[in-house]
């Protein structure tokens, strides 16, 4: 059965050079199975993008891996998951991951992670959806881009009215908390997928 709460990981197909991200990923696995949060993902088994899955599926959590077909091979789905979507490319991908999901979260990870985590923060600062954002500061991995954020502050990019809801976070223990006070808090009903007619 399906878990009612599921959080999407974004993260690095490759294992990065500090053991700690791999570490993190296994930790943030057990973590979610352990608290019945099932697993939004990109569907691949390598990496910390694997690493997160596995270690959900040996602690018996759920696991949805969503996959476009040009990138079943290249990295390597993972077919021991609960449920595997195949789409027809990087777009349906990203809108069935948020569709299936209750909240994000950014692990390392590469040009993909990053472009990932600014869209679903770019939908979430003109109002189009309310889920929980969180970024997983493992060792500073994300530091660039919280000084980045802070610039774009200082230099009136990100105003008020303009301003997203990301919880930052140092360690992979701190996730599933900051997830399940967010959803919590959150007034309004997360929906299915953003709202782009309303704009």
């Given at each position: 059965m399906s878990p009612a709460r599921k959080l999407c990981v974004y993260c690095g197909s490759g294992s990065g050079r500090n053991p700690a991200y791999m570490a993190a990923a296994r930790t943030l696995g057990k973590a979610m199975a352990d608290t019945g949060i099932g697993?939004?993902?990109?569907?691949?088994?390598?990496?910390?993008?694997?690493?997160?899955?596995?270690?959900?599926?040996?602690?018996?959590?759920?696991?949805?891996?969503?996959?476009?077909?040009?990138l079943a091979n290249r990295e390597r789905m993972l077919t021991e998951v609960n449920e595997l979507v195949v789409t027809a490319d990087m777009h349906e991908r990203k809108m069935t991951m948020f569709a299936r999901s209750s909240g994000f979260v950014a692990l390392p990870g590469g040009l993909g992670t990053l472009e990932e985590l600014a869209e679903i923060s770019t939908w979430a600062q003109l109002g189009q959806h309310h889920k929980p954002i969180i970024l997983c500061n493992i060792e500073n991995y994300w530091q660039p881009l919280v000084t980045l954020f802070d610039h774009m502050r200082a230099e009136r990019f990100i105003r008020e009215g303009l301003e997203f809801g990301m919880d930052v976070v140092k360690r992979a223990e701190d996730v599933v908390p900051a997830f399940e006070h967010r959803l919590k808090t959150t007034a309004e009903p997360a929906p299915d997928r953003p709202l782009l007619n309303k704009m």
């Open positions: 697993l939004v993902y990109g569907g691949g088994s390598l990496g910390l993008m694997g690493e997160v899955a596995r270690s959900v599926l040996e602690n018996s959590g759920h696991v949805t891996g969503i996959i476009p077909e040009f």
